[in-house]
């Protein structure tokens, strides 16, 4: 049960796309269409933003957005906003009723 | 309005045991699969539980395994975590949180506030 790969941190500038990465693997990221992806702001319980690899809960803005492809998912926030800035984590169902969180990233909003 | 409020956390000292509660209201509790997450103040986030709606599957990650046991009594809308055993690296903010899809979708779409639970002497 090892923990999903992302990048510790990423960056950008107002108005700008950013794409956060998580790497599992076959028995996990890549078997399941079950990547989910949270934000995280200081003293605050985790929020969902994508579920199922691209679906976007109600209220959610459109400027998150999810994919995947092979063992890799990505969340995408265009048009970044200061509001942004938060620590992201993914999600992935790891098989044999197991759940894998993703290290998490900070998003820095410069 | 959906809200999952957790309680019993506290100081405990290593080898120690604790019971963590979450009450969930405005929500149809006993129709939804429920899940303890933590996380170290600073760290990232950790699933430690699951439970089926009507408490008939539970699955636990390695590392709490044969120390914590997940329930839930659906009558008081409550989940619980019996935690033994405890060791100073159990030490973080447990949230409960919903899943809410039956039969499962492996996301959450509600958490708790969290309840830290700290091991120590």
């Known amino acids: 049960q090892s923990a999903l790969t992302q990048p510790a941190s990423v960056s950008g500038s107002p108005g700008q796309t950013i794409t956060i990465s998580c790497t599992g693997s076959s028995s996990d990221v890549g078997r399941y269409n079950l990547v989910s992806w949270y934000q995280q702001h200081p003293g605050k319980a985790p929020k969902l933003m994508i579920s199922?690899?691209?679906k976007r809960p109600s209220g959610v803005s459109n400027r998150f957005s999810g994919s995947k492809s092979d063992n890799t998912a990505s969340l995408t926030i265009s048009g970044l906003q200061a509001e942004d800035e938060a620590d992201y984590y993914c999600?992935?169902?790891?098989?044999?009723?197991?759940?894998?969180f993703g290290e998490g990233t900070k998003l820095t909003v410069l | 309005e959906v809200q999952l409020v957790e309680s019993g956390g506290g100081l405990v000292q290593p080898g120690g045991s604790l019971r963590l509660s979450c009450a969930a209201s405005g929500f149809t509790f006993s129709t939804y699969w429920m899940h303890w997450v933590r996380q170290v103040p600073g760290k990232g986030l950790v699933w430690v539980s699951r439970?089926?709606?009507?408490?008939?599957?539970?699955s636990y990650a390695d590392s709490v395994k044969g120390r914590f046991t997940i329930s839930r009594d659906n009558a008081r809308n409550t989940l619980y975590l019996q935690m033994n055993s405890l060791r100073a690296e159990d030490t973080a903010l447990y949230y409960c949180a919903r899943e809410p899809c039956n039969p499962g979708c492996d996301f959450f779409d509600y958490w708790g506030q969290g309840a830290l639970v700290t091991v120590s002497s």
């Open positions: 999600c992935s169902y790891g098989g044999g009723g197991t759940v894998l």
């Open positions: 199922q690899v691209s």
């Open positions: 439970i089926r709606s009507d408490g008939s599957y539970t």
